[in-house]
């Protein structure tokens, strides 16, 4: 069962920040919370995880709350690309990686 | 690299017969697993492997068998072909399968069962 919530869409607009919450309020210590992406049916793709602290690369930030109970995605400048279902997840191995029905984020022009 | 290859990207069965879904990967990687993704849903877990010989069940086995012979290979077999198997099927491997890594999918099967 997916332990997480996230809102079922969302809307931004080109070039603007993007962010995307998810609740994880039952979240244990040893487990990390991850962030997928589906661009139309492709395969999902890796974006960011991290256990306590922020993480940011090259696609994206995460911000996860001194609780741990909740984390927010940042897309800082999004393009129409990143249009797509975004699923967050919270585990601690690939057997229980589990998938809810994720938030689908329109990117407006 | 090619990364993680499905085989074949569409299929159409009728209910009964039986198919094998190919995946394999070219990155030496020790974790493998299936998903399935039926309309407006999101994935879950068939059946997963940590290593060559190792097999485990995942959310949803029922109706589906694995085997995992070689590292590169993860072939999933559906025995006897149900209309509620419709469904798209991804094939996902990580060099890390209990501690925590990175997940790299292939680009689906889509399979009906009529």
Redesign the interface.
């Known amino acids: 069962d ?1 332990k997480t919530t996230q809102p079922p869409s969302m809307d931004c607009a080109e070039g603007r920040a993007a962010n995307l919450p998810c609740n994880h309020s039952t979240i244990s210590g040893n487990e ?1 919370v991850y962030w ?1 992406r589906q661009i139309h ?6 974006i960011i ?1 991290g256990l306590k602290n922020n993480e940011t690369n090259e696609m994206a930030s995460l911000i996860i709350t001194e609780d741990r109970k909740s984390s927010t995605l940042i897309l800082p400048h999004a393009t129409l690309r990143d249009t797509a279902v975004y ?1 967050c997840i919270v ?5 229980k ?6 938030t689908k984020l329109n990117v407006k022009p | 690299n090619a990364g ?1 290859t499905q085989t074949p990207k569409f299929q159409v069965l009728k209910t009964g017969q039986s198919m094998t879904l190919q995946c394999a990967q070219d990155m030496n990687h020790e ?1 493998m ?1 299936w ?1 399935r993704q039926d309309p ?6 068939i059946h ?1 492997s ?1 290593g060559a010989g190792i097999t ?1 069940q ?2 949803v086995p029922n109706g589906y068998n694995v085997s995992r012979s070689t590292t590169e290979d993860f072939p999933l077999r559906l025995l006897s072909a149900a209309p509620s198997q419709t469904s ?1 099927y ?1 094939c ?1 491997s ?1 060099s890390s ?4 890594g ?7 099967s889509r399979l009906t069962v009529l």
């Open positions: 997916a990390y997928y049916s492709q395969g999902p793709q890796y995880h699923y585990a601690n191995n690939f057997n990686f589990y998938f809810g029905s994720g | 993680v974790y697993s998903y407006g849903m999101g994935l879950r877990l997963y940590v485990d995942g959310e798209v991804f996902a990580s399968g209990g501690l925590i990175e997940l790299f999918f292939g680009e689906g």
